[in-house]
């Protein structure tokens, strides 16, 4: 005895089911990387003992990890 032939639209659904969980892990990922890499990562370089440094970096990193959740969140 054989298994039937899958349903094409079944694996469509599964298919669109696996993308949209995929997008969601990468916007938890981008929310982690601002709430907590980001502060660890000020104070990492706040403690070099250059503070002029700490802002621009923070802001590249956050911005980076949002425009990556946003692009999740619309594909």
Do not use: I
């Amino acid at each position: 005895m054989s298994d039937p032939a899958p349903d094409p639209a079944d694996l469509e659904r599964r298919l669109d089911d696996v993308q949209r969980t995929v997008n969601r892990l990468r916007v938890v990922v981008a929310v982690l990387v601002v709430l907590v890499l980001l502060p660890l990562l000020a104070a990492a370089v706040d403690g070099l003992g250059d503070a002029s440094l700490v802002v621009p970096v923070v802001l590249a990193v956050g911005a980076v990890a949002l425009a990556y959740a946003l692009t999740s969140l619309t594909a």
